[in-house]
């Protein structure tokens, strides 16, 4: 996922999956790729872990989503 200034972040925006695909875990967040642009409300999903971030380097295979119980990227 890529966040551009003014965008909002949503669930909506990434699809359904709500289950882990390796260990059927529910604990998903989202990956974030590029270099965002910090606010309180991303700064706060980051440290519920509803974010992560992914890495500056984008591709068109990224995962766009990873398991808090197995650290699995999809």
Do not use: H
Not at 55 to 74: A, F, H, M, Q, V
Request: contains cysteine; charged residues 25%.
């Amino acid at each position: 996922m890529i966040i551009l200034p003014g965008m909002e972040i949503t669930w909506e925006s990434i699809g359904s999956m709500t289950e882990c695909p390796k260990c059927g875990g529910t604990d998903i967040a989202m990956i974030l790729w590029g270099l965002p642009q910090m606010s309180e409300d991303l700064e706060k999903k980051v440290k519920d872990k509803k974010i992560v971030f992914g890495g500056c380097c984008i591709s068109g295979g990224d995962p766009k989503l990873e398991c808090n119980d197995c650290g699995w990227r999809y």
